[in-house]
């Protein structure tokens, strides 16, 4: 399937999405551990199933299996943390405002196995898109 399938199903209306998506991972400045890894977190955050095994396909190509692990570990602890301060902003209750979230994230102390510069671009994905 791969990013070129994904492309060849975004329709006419959206054609600035596809040219986009043929561009960015292709001329991209960020080294590609960085860009597939980043595509691969918006892909795993988006709950889309098509994307992700598209770009997940294509990222095979640039990432181990160290930085795949990688890639899944920082989208669900960064996911985990963006609802809970998502929902803090939202609640009008002072006193739970207050509270720790007290959530286990044991992964964010080794980087989830990869260098601290990728976890955090990763992460900074994850966050666009749960935003």
Do not use: C
């Amino acid at each position: 399937m791969g990013v070129d399938a994904i492309r060849s199903n975004v329709p006419e209306y959206a054609k600035d999405l596809r040219l986009n998506l043929g561009s960015i991972m292709t001329t991209s400045s960020l080294e590609s551990d960085m860009a597939w890894g980043a595509a691969l977190t918006a892909a795993l955050v988006s709950k889309n199933e098509q994307v992700i095994q598209g770009i997940l396909e294509d990222a095979k190509e640039h990432l181990d299996e160290t930085h795949i692990n990688g890639v899944k570990t920082t989208a669900a602890i960064m996911s985990l943390t963006n609802v809970w301060y998502k929902f803090t902003d939202l609640i009008q209750d002072d006193e739970a405002k207050k509270l720790p979230p007290k959530l286990r994230m044991n992964a964010i102390m080794n980087h989830a196995g990869v260098s601290p510069a990728l976890f955090e671009g990763w992460g900074l994905a994850a966050s666009v898109v749960n935003a």
